[in-house]
């Protein structure tokens, strides 16, 4: 395979050739000039992550796409001279460019041209750790770069030659390459569901043991990671970046009361996700469909907290989550201001968890709340124990509320509230 098809294979193209963005943010008719440039800071945030600097940015207002440029001439005209003033040696669209846009913005530009979801498959690559991750990557960064293999090849252009109806070197090789990445792709796609097998065979097991089992979902960078740090003591990486956690996490929590439970981290969501990645990563969501209840953590800091809330439980609800009990977290309740507007969100929350998990405020309420839920998971049965399989009762006493203990000759006689879970595992001992 060619050079050039090996770069789409590896973990972080764009941030060795290029140092200097210019984001190029759009709004489209009927937007506000407030949500174009939040959309835009977003960008930032995303390039920021990426390790390229920001030199500079423009808003471009749009009545209706371009299908030669995305935008008008005239504007990317401006654009690309303010760019050149500014020494960027990259353009960055916050929009999803097809790939003739892209081809004919760089002739016109005269520098590397990526949109937002070339910036997201950069981020995804450099960050995914695990196997079923990283076979999900190439596999959305290859279905992404198949119809740009011509933007790839441009340098053999001029290659072309031979009798007339030969085609030359550089068409030659441009079917050869996609001939190749097709293959790969499907490659590609027999490995991921091996590996998807292999993930539903463990995730039936942690389901047959008695603990039971919460995800944390939430928009990115809203401290997903933090919390299931604070509440294990463990180091899943956390940073104020976006997309810090891309692989689900997975982390056993004993509460106060020596109840205990399975907490799994998942990835985070953020606005235009590339339907590619939604699928990739739908393994990662995945586990808050199978977990016995959903911690949503929300920044409370941030003004746009509502439309996080709304785009994660629209998430949830197409994952097939309706019935699950939620608990909502607000985080990051320390920054907030006094009087200000963050502050009066709070109240359109009511039913929330406030915490912070820079300084720990909160974190008791959320734990006697996550204790109640667990409590409230169990039913309450009858059970007589052998004498001779004190585990279980071990069990019974860690896992479950025991309301009644009657010691027999045979055993123990208990009745216990306890997760259906453990009630499976002990039908032949109900009375």
């Known amino acids: 395979m060619s050079n050039e098809l090996d770069l789409m294979d590896s973990g972080d193209i764009l941030s060795t ?14 937007e506000s000039e407030y949500d174009a440039n939040e959309h835009l800071e977003e960008l930032k945030s995303l390039v920021d992550t990426m390790g390229i600097n920001v030199v500079d940015t423009e808003i471009a207002v749009i009545r209706e796409k371009n299908p030669k440029l995305f935008i008008g001439s005239g504007k990317l005209d ?32 005269i520098v590397t041209v990526i949109d937002r979801q070339e910036v ?75 590996v998807q097998k292999t993930r539903s065979l463990m995730r039936k097991k942690r389901a047959d043991r008695p603990v ?43 509460l106060p009361g020596g109840r205990e439970f399975i907490l799994t981290d998942t990835v985070g969501f953020i606005r235009k996700l590339p339907h590619d990645l939604v699928d990739a990563f739908k393994s990662t969501l995945e586990e808050a469909a199978f977990a016995d209840f959903i911690i949503h953590v929300l ?61 720990g405020q909160g974190v008791d309420a959320l734990q006697e709340t996550i204790a109640q839920v667990l409590q409230n998971l169990s039913k309450e049965i009858n059970v007589l124990i052998p004498a ?3 585990d279980i009762v071990a069990l019974l006493r860690r896992e479950g509320n025991v309301l009644e203990e009657k010691y027999h000759d045979g055993g123990v006689e208990i009745r216990v509230a306890v997760s259906e879970k453990i009630t499976n595992q002990l039908q032949e001992y109900l009375i």
């Open 17 to 30: 050739k290029c140092e200097a963005a210019f984001l190029v943010g759009i709004r489209e008719q009927g």
């Open 78 to 109: 401006e654009i690309v001279e303010k760019a050149k003033r500014a020494g960027a040696d990259l353009i960055i669209f916050d929009a999803e460019l097809s790939p003739r846009q892209q081809r004919n913005i760089e002739e016109q530009a």
């Open 120 to 194: 997201i498959l950069d981020i995804f690559a450099d960050r995914a750790s695990t196997k079923e991750a990283t076979l999900q990557v190439q596999l959305a960064r290859l279905e992404y770069s198949l119809p740009r293999l011509t933007r790839a090849w441009t340098h053999l252009s001029r290659q072309r030659g031979g009798a007339k109806g030969n085609r030359g070197k550089g068409e030659t090789q441009l079917e050869s390459d996609k001939r190749m990445v097709l293959k790969y792709i499907t490659s590609l796609k027999k490995e991921i569901k091996e």
């Open 212 to 254: 039971p089992s919460a995800a944390i979902v939430g928009y990115t960078n809203a401290g997903k990671s933090s919390l299931l740090n604070f509440l294990t003591g463990s180091d899943v990486l956390a940073e104020d970046k976006l997309f810090a956690t891309l692989d689900p996490t997975s982390r056993k929590i004993a």
């Open 299 to 359: 920044d409370i800091t941030n003004p746009n907290v509502m439309h996080h809330h709304n785009v994660t439980l629209e998430v949830l609800e197409d994952l097939g989550i309706k019935d699950k009990k939620i608990i909502t977290v607000l985080n990051k309740i320390d920054a907030l201001k006094k009087d200000s507007e963050e502050e009066l969100n709070i109240l359109k929350f009511p039913n929330c968890v406030q915490i912070s998990t820079y300084t």
């Open 388 to 390: 001779d399989r004190w």
